[in-house]
């Protein structure tokens, strides 16, 4: 990903654009949202945005993981591995410590 080009002062530069149409009433609730926080609308929104795009992406990953994670699981519910001499020993510690 390239990065992003700075300000001479150490700032991003802010070189891309993005538009959208609201009714009165949105534009008066994202006003109203922004100036109990004291931030610009500007600054309002894009942190806004930002974050729902952040939970958006980490949500797909999550169910991404989750599928994957599930067939590995089930995988090794009906491939298990065979019993080594290491995990024998291990039961048989544990035998001895708890009892069982």
Do not use: C, W
């Not at 700075?6 to 109203?32: C, D, F, N, S, Y």
């Amino acid at each position: 990903m390239a990065e992003p080009a700075q300000k001479p002062g150490g700032g991003r530069l802010r070189a891309e654009r993005l538009e959208t149409r609201i009714t009165v009433e949105q534009k008066q609730l994202i006003e109203h949202a922004a100036a109990l926080q004291g931030r610009t609308v500007t600054d309002f929104v894009l942190t806004s945005v930002q974050d729902a795009a952040r939970r958006a992406i980490e949500e797909h990953r999550q169910i991404e993981l989750s599928v994957a994670d599930s067939r590995v699981f089930v995988d090794a519910l009906l491939h298990p591995r065979p019993v080594n001499a290491r995990l024998k020993q291990t039961i048989r510690r544990y035998r001895n410590a708890t009892g069982v």
